[in-house]
């Protein structure tokens, strides 16, 4: 049992229910670059339930912006580091060394509507495709990040607006070219975003709406970019 005083830093600010943070289930697609802020600081604030999935070993190439992890995880699955950070700060959930599959069957919508919010922490095409549309069509909001280099994209989707497809109707060529380079803080300043867009969810706060927020490292500037449903959503035809 966590003492009142662990969250009296955050409950003095005005609209903080920590009620609401202890009762929430959140589900992490990826404890990578962008999964490990968002595990650490969603655990952090207390929220009660941080399930994950990961299918991943740790690499030495991960450490420098993958937060959750240290030497010592190397060469060890990313399920077992991370389901030892979360006992270590004493938030309940699971970790799960599987892939989210890329065609959920019908009984996922059920299984993520227990979330009030998804994080989508992936790295490749098909797999924001596959956790931001079988989120929205629970009728969940998901809060998507990406990096590409220097630059950070957050996005907060919510059922009834832009969709993945709206925005990214097929795989980019070259989507899977080799490895491609960042710097750690670019991570943690989108996961930072990202953690706090749920937090706002989960307090019912307003938050981000329709919108993709694109922060480029090397100017420091944060554009905001209005996101629209396309004519042709598959989410409108379902
Ligand atoms: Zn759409």
Not at 12 to 30: E, H, M, T, Y
Not at 73 to 80: A, E, F, H, R
Not at 169 to 192: N, Y
């Amino acid at each position: 049992m966590r003492s009142h005083d662990r969250f009296s830093r955050q409950t003095c600010v005005p609209g903080v229910d920590q009620s609401k943070i202890d009762n929430a289930s959140v589900l992490v697609v990826g404890a990578g670059g962008l999964g490990s802020p968002v595990i650490l600081y969603l655990s952090a604030a207390g929220v009660g339930t941080v399930n994950v999935y990961d299918p991943d070993f740790v690499d030495e190439t991960n450490l420098h912006r993958q937060i959750l992890y240290t030497d010592r995880d190397v060469g060890n699955s990313k399920s077992i580091a991370t389901a030892m950070r979360l006992k270590d700060m004493g938030t309940d959930g699971w970790v799960s060394p599987h892939f989210f599959p890329s065609r959920p069957p019908p009984e996922y919508a059920e299984f993520l509507r227990d979330y009030a919010v998804i994080l989508d922490c992936t790295d490749r095409w098909s797999s924001h495709d596959a956790v931001v549309q079988s989120g929205l069509a629970s009728g969940k909001p998901v809060v998507h990040g990406s990096i590409q280099g220097l630059l950070g994209r957050v996005m907060t989707f919510r059922p009834g607006g832009a969709c993945w497809r709206c925005l990214h109707p097929s795989e980019p060529s070259g989507a899977k070219d080799g490895p491609r380079g960042t710097l750690g803080p670019v991570c943690g300043v989108i996961g930072s975003m990202m953690a706090m867009e749920a937090l706002k969810i989960i307090l019912e706060w307003p938050s981000q709406e329709d919108r993709m927020d694109v922060y480029d490292a090397r100017s420091g500037e944060v554009l905001s970019l209005p996101r629209a449903p396309s004519a042709d959503c598959p989410c409108r035809t379902r």
